[in-house]
C-alpha cells in the first residue's frame, strides 16, 4: 500500500528535487504477511501443533493487550515458532517492496540522482528476553537495526562502526552539499547530536563513535550504553517485567546477551555509569530528566494495558471504579506480574 501511494507521488514529482518519507509498517505487530511469503516461511511450522501454546502467551504480562493488537488478527497460532516465522516473513515481503521502489525509480530515470536511507526505527524480539513479539529491552535485537546508506558518487562498502540513528540528518544535509563546500559555513553540524557519516562511508575514518546511548520509557524506564565490547542497562522503572538494577553483557563472548556479569564486573559497571552520567549531565545541562517526568506520569504502554484490561472487564460484566488522573491502583498490572 505505501508503494502504490509513492509510485504516483513519485511520477508527479520525478523532474524535480523532492524530499519522500515512506514508513513501511509491515514488520510490525499484527505479523499478516502476504502471500508467497506466507507459505515461504511457514510451510513447516505451520503443521507442528503445541497444546501448550496459547497457555504460554497468557503468561506474557503484555497478553491482554497483545492479545487485541496482535494474536487476535492470526488466523492460527500452532506454536511460537510459527508467530516468529510470520514476522520473517513480513521481512521478506519489505525487502520485496523495497526492490520494487527501486524499480520504479529506475524506470523514472532518477535512481542514480538519489540520495537513499532505508533504516529500521528498532528490532523485535522473538521469545527471548521477557518481551515476546515485542521491542522492550535495550538488548541487540531491538537497538541494532539496519541502516544502507546509497548515494551519487559514494562507492558501495560495509561499514563496521559505532553509528546512531541521530547521525541521519547530518548525513544527509553533508551529501546534499558534496557539490560546493566552500559555500557551506564552518562548523554548520556542529550544533547537532549526531555527526555525518560521510568520512566512515568514504574511508576516510576508521571510526565513528566509541560509545552509542540508549533509551527507552514505554513498557519500561531503562538507559543504556553500547561500545564494542559491553552492553550496560541501567533500570529506572521495569514497568511490568523482572529485570531490575542493572545490567552488563561481554557482547564479544555473548552476543546474545544471556549472561548478565553485573555483579561479577563492577569495575566495568561503574565505569559505565560514570559515561552515561557525564552524558546525562552535558544534555540536561541543568533541566529536570524527562524519562523521571513520564515515570511519574505512568509509562505509556503500562498505561494502555491497564486500560485494555479494564475495557476487557467491563465487556465481561465486572464493576470497575472509575480512574484517577493518573492510575488506578485496582488495575495494578505491575503487582499482577510481580511473581
Same mark, same amino acid.
Given at each position: 500500500?505505501?508503494?502504490?501511494?509513492?509510485?504516483?507521488? $513519485? =511520477?508527479?514529482?520525478?523532474?524535480? @528535487? &523532492?524530499?519522500?518519507? /515512506? +514508513? %513501511?509498517?509491515?514488520?510490525?505487530?499484527?505479523?499478516?504477511?502476504?502471500?508467497?511469503?506466507?507459505?515461504?516461511?511457514?510451510?513447516?511450522?505451520?503443521?507442528?501443533?503445541?497444546?501448550?501454546?496459547?497457555?504460554?502467551?497468557?503468561?506474557?504480562?503484555?497478553?491482554?493487550?497483545?492479545?487485541?493488537?496482535?494474536?487476535?488478527? $492470526? =488466523?492460527?497460532?500452532?506454536?511460537? @515458532? &510459527?508467530?516468529?516465522? /510470520? +514476522? %520473517?516473513?513480513?521481512?521478506?515481503?519489505?525487502?520485496?517492496?523495497?526492490?520494487?521502489?527501486?524499480?520504479?525509480?529506475?524506470?523514472?530515470?532518477?535512481?542514480?540522482?538519489?540520495?537513499?536511507?532505508?533504516?529500521?526505527?528498532?528490532?523485535?524480539?522473538?521469545?527471548?528476553?521477557?518481551?515476546?513479539?515485542?521491542?522492550?529491552? $535495550?538488548?541487540?535485537?531491538?537497538?541494532?537495526?539496519?541502516?544502507?546508506?546509497?548515494?551519487?558518487?559514494?562507492?558501495?562498502?560495509?561499514?563496521?562502526?559505532?553509528?546512531?540513528?541521530?547521525?541521519?540528518?547530518?548525513?544527509?544535509?553533508?551529501?546534499?552539499?558534496?557539490?560546493?563546500?566552500?559555500?557551506?559555513?564552518?562548523?554548520?553540524?556542529?550544533?547537532?547530536?549526531?555527526?555525518?557519516?560521510?568520512?566512515?562511508?568514504?574511508?576516510?575514518?576508521?571510526?565513528?563513535?566509541?560509545?552509542?546511548?540508549?533509551?527507552?520509557?514505554?513498557?519500561?524506564?531503562?538507559?543504556?550504553?553500547?561500545?564494542?565490547?559491553?552492553?550496560?542497562?541501567?533500570?529506572?522503572?521495569?514497568?511490568?517485567?523482572?529485570?531490575?538494577?542493572?545490567?552488563?553483557?561481554?557482547?564479544?563472548?555473548?552476543?546474545?546477551?544471556?549472561?548478565?556479569?553485573?555483579?561479577?564486573?563492577?569495575?566495568?559497571?561503574?565505569?559505565?555509569?560514570?559515561?552515561?552520567?557525564?552524558?546525562?549531565?552535558?544534555?540536561?545541562?541543568?533541566?529536570?530528566?524527562?524519562?523521571?517526568?513520564?515515570?511519574?506520569?505512568?509509562?505509556?504502554?503500562?498505561?494502555?494495558?491497564?486500560?485494555?484490561?479494564?475495557?476487557?472487564?467491563?465487556?465481561?460484566?465486572?464493576?470497575?471504579?472509575?480512574?484517577?488522573?493518573?492510575?488506578?491502583?485496582?488495575?495494578?498490572?505491575?503487582?499482577?506480574?510481580?511473581?
Amino acid at each position: 500500500m505505501v508503494n502504490e501511494l509513492a509510485f504516483p507521488w $513519485l =511520477e508527479e514529482h520525478a523532474d524535480e @528535487d &523532492f524530499f519522500l518519507f /515512506l +514508513h %513501511y509498517w509491515d514488520a510490525h505487530v499484527p505479523y499478516v504477511p502476504e502471500e508467497p511469503f506466507r507459505s515461504r516461511h511457514t510451510w513447516h511450522s505451520r503443521r507442528r501443533i503445541d497444546p501448550e501454546v496459547m497457555a504460554q502467551l497468557q503468561s506474557r504480562p503484555s497478553f491482554p493487550l497483545f492479545k487485541r493488537t496482535h494474536y487476535d488478527h $492470526l =488466523e492460527q497460532i500452532p506454536n511460537l @515458532d &510459527f508467530i516468529a516465522d /510470520l +514476522h %520473517y516473513a513480513e521481512v521478506e515481503y519489505l525487502d520485496h517492496e523495497l526492490g520494487r521502489l527501486f524499480a520504479h525509480l529506475a524506470r523514472l530515470g532518477i535512481l542514480d540522482d538519489c540520495v537513499i536511507v532505508i533504516f529500521g526505527d528498532h528490532g523485535e524480539n522473538m521469545t527471548d528476553h521477557d518481551a515476546w513479539f515485542d521491542h522492550a529491552g $535495550l538488548y541487540d535485537s531491538v537497538v541494532h537495526v539496519p541502516l544502507i546508506i546509497r548515494a551519487p558518487g559514494v562507492e558501495a562498502r560495509r561499514v563496521d562502526s559505532l553509528v546512531s540513528l541521530i547521525d541521519v540528518m547530518p548525513t544527509i544535509l553533508e551529501l546534499q552539499q558534496l557539490g560546493d563546500p566552500p559555500d557551506r559555513p564552518r562548523g554548520a553540524f556542529d550544533d547537532f547530536d549526531g555527526r555525518s557519516l560521510l568520512p566512515v562511508m568514504t574511508g576516510g575514518a576508521g571510526g565513528h563513535r566509541d560509545a552509542v546511548m540508549l533509551s527507552e520509557c514505554t513498557w519500561q524506564a531503562k538507559r543504556g550504553v553500547r561500545t564494542k565490547d559491553w552492553k550496560y542497562i541501567r533500570c529506572l522503572d521495569p514497568g511490568i517485567y523482572p529485570r531490575t538494577g542493572s545490567e552488563l553483557y561481554d557482547l564479544a563472548a555473548d552476543p546474545d546477551e544471556q549472561v548478565d556479569l553485573s555483579t561479577e564486573r563492577p569495575d566495568v559497571v561503574a565505569s559505565m555509569d560514570a559515561l552515561m552520567d557525564r552524558w546525562l549531565d552535558a544534555r540536561l545541562a541543568g533541566r529536570t530528566d524527562p524519562m523521571l517526568e513520564v515515570i511519574e506520569f505512568g509509562l505509556p504502554a503500562v498505561k494502555r494495558l491497564e486500560d485494555v484490561i479494564r475495557e476487557d472487564r467491563e465487556a465481561n460484566g465486572e464493576v470497575c471504579a472509575p480512574r484517577p488522573a493518573d492510575r488506578d491502583a485496582s488495575i495494578d498490572v505491575r503487582s499482577r506480574f510481580a511473581a
